[in-house]
């Protein structure tokens, strides 16, 4: 195999080394594999540099490169990309993992979070004062990309989504300018970044709405997969109780020590909950749970909100090789039922698991033309996955989920959740932002009319 080394004007660089005070890696340096690596194994690409910058003048100086080079500028926040937006062959990567930093102000409800935090940064320092926001069920997802897309999460029917509890974000353009954007300045830029993702700029901070969320009820309740199960969680959330996170799993029994040995690897449905409700109800919520099929194990406890966030992150560590696919239903239909019950039956892998998430409650309360995401009459929204341990095996398993992604298709919105999407979905973007696709547009020629910003579900100038 020959691989491509990239090579750059030394000059040029030279002057951006004196205008950054993070690093620059180049091919050859001792951590230029390292930094070149993105979460998802399937994108092993060779950028001409990784800028890993510490603060905005670094992003604006990258920015500037790039745009003046007429390189191609990936941005990586937490990396988790499926699509591996955040790195490319013979370009920029601009980095945000040096820039971490947060500050919450406990009686304002307000977290301000660098653009390369994770969730489990934020979900620490907000912890801290009993407060959240709603954030992804991976701590180790950067709160940059998740945010910009939309943002599920356990939360999201108390909270609303990600991007609906972001208040105000600092954003650096494509013509290098640094702006403020919120609900009263750059009102239209606040707007994109509510779910239009990373085509509008490079988010250096990111201010969030906080809510009252301290010690929760959580975990896992497990039982063989079953259509009835499934009809019997789309009731629970019917009921509408918004304090009750709880996401529908479909795949493989886990390893895990509270599901009995001959489950593992066995086909199985799931509830994961997450009930920020008064303790005093925890008995009913765990009864509840318990009524939707035969358990087969459970691991339903207090703990400390960050830690409902860490339960799948050692089940998907970085560098694993994912293809996925996502719908948004209304209501969960019979046909999806039945199609979770088939392709559930043969899920390649424990790793591979679709994961449903509901999105009614508070994410109902935003129009769709209030932000850039705008599927509001969406009621879960579905994420599809081959998660494997080689390139080969994941390759042989994208017509699973392909056919998978089918069968839900009659029963789904046109549309679905851009963060659940891979790059062979980008015929599907005007359709996953419906009516704000124009306005979307019309925006992306105002700001970025070179589509300087294009690696990411692309919104064309
Ligand atoms: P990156 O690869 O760093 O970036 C992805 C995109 O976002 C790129 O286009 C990049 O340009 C842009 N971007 C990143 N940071 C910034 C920034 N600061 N400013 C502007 N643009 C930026 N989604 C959910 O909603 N809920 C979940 O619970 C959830 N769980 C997930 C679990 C796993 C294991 C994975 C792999 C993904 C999950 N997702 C979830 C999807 C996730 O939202 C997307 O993969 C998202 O793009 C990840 O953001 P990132 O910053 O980690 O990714």
Redesign the pocket.
């Known amino acids: 195999m020959t691989t491509y080394t990239p090579t750059l004007d030394h000059r040029l660089l030279e002057r951006l080394r004196g205008a950054v005070r993070g690093e620059i890696v180049e091919p050859g340096d001792p951590d230029y594999d390292e930094a070149r690596r993105?979460?998802?194994a399937m994108h092993d690409k060779r950028p001409a540099i990784v800028v890993r910058a510490v603060d905005a003048g670094d992003v604006i100086a990258t920015v500037d490169f790039a745009r003046d080079q007429g390189l191609t500028l990936?941005?990586?926040?937490?990396?988790?990309?499926?699509?591996?937006?955040?790195t490319c062959d013979g370009g920029v990567v601009l980095d945000?993992v040096r820039m971490r930093g947060i500050r919450v102000d406990p009686d304002a409800r307000r977290a301000w979070a660098e653009?390369?935090c994770?969730w489990a940064d934020v979900n620490h320092a907000t912890h801290a004062f009993g407060l959240a926001t709603t954030?992804?069920?991976?701590s180790?997802?950067?709160?940059?990309?998740?945010t910009?897309?939309?943002?599920?999460?356990y939360l999201a029917r108390r909270c609303g989504l990600?991007c609906d509890n972001l208040v105000s974000a600092d954003?650096v353009t494509a013509d290098g300018h640094f702006v403020t954007c919120t609900e009263d300045d750059h009102t239209d830029l606040m707007w994109a970044?509510r779910g239009g993702?990373?085509n509008y700029?490079?988010?250096?901070s990111?201010a969030y709405r906080l809510h009252p969320v301290a010690d929760i009820l959580g975990g896992p309740t497990f039982y063989p997969l079953d259509g009835d199960v499934i009809r019997r969680y789309r009731e629970l959330i019917a009921e509408g109780d918004e304090n009750l996170g709880a996401l529908l799993v479909v795949g493989l029994g886990p390893p895990v020590p509270f599901l009995p040995e001959r489950w593992h690897g066995r086909p199985l449905c799931g509830v994961v909950a997450c009930w920020t409700g008064s303790p005093d109800a925890d008995d009913r919520i765990r009864d509840r749970l318990a009524a939707l099929g035969p358990v087969v194990g459970r691991h339903v406890e207090r703990m400390p909100y960050p830690v409902i966030n860490t339960l799948?992150d050692d089940l998907?560590p970085a560098g694993l090789y994912?293809y996925w696919k996502g719908a948004f239903t209304q209501g969960l239909p019979d046909g999806a039922v039945d199609a979770f019950v088939e392709y559930g039956a043969t899920t390649p892998s424990i790793q591979s698991v679709t994961?449903v998430?509901p999105i009614d409650g508070a994410c109902h309360r935003v129009g769709p033309e209030d932000t850039a995401f705008t599927y509001r009459d969406a009621d879960f929204?579905i994420?599809l996955s081959p998660t494997l341990t080689t390139r080969e095996d994941c390759e042989a398993q994208k017509d699973w989920v392909r056919a998978f992604h089918r069968a839900l298709e009659p029963h789904s919105m046109e549309g679905g959740?851009v963060?659940?999407m891979d790059a062979d979905d980008q015929n599907r973007v005007g359709v996953n932002y419906r009516g704000n696709h124009a306005r979307l547009t019309a925006l992306k020629r105002r700001y970025d009319p070179g589509n300087l910003?294009r690696?990411?579900?692309n919104i064309a100038p």
């Open positions: 993105v979460y998802n990936a941005v990586r926040g937490g990396s988790h990309s499926v699509t591996g937006y955040g945000l653009g390369g994770t954030g992804g069920i991976v180790t997802t950067g709160v940059g990309g998740l910009t897309g939309g943002g599920m999460g990600s954003l970044v993702g990373g700029g490079v988010v250096t990111f799948f998907v994912h994961a998430f929204s994420a959740y963060n659940f910003f690696l990411n579900h």
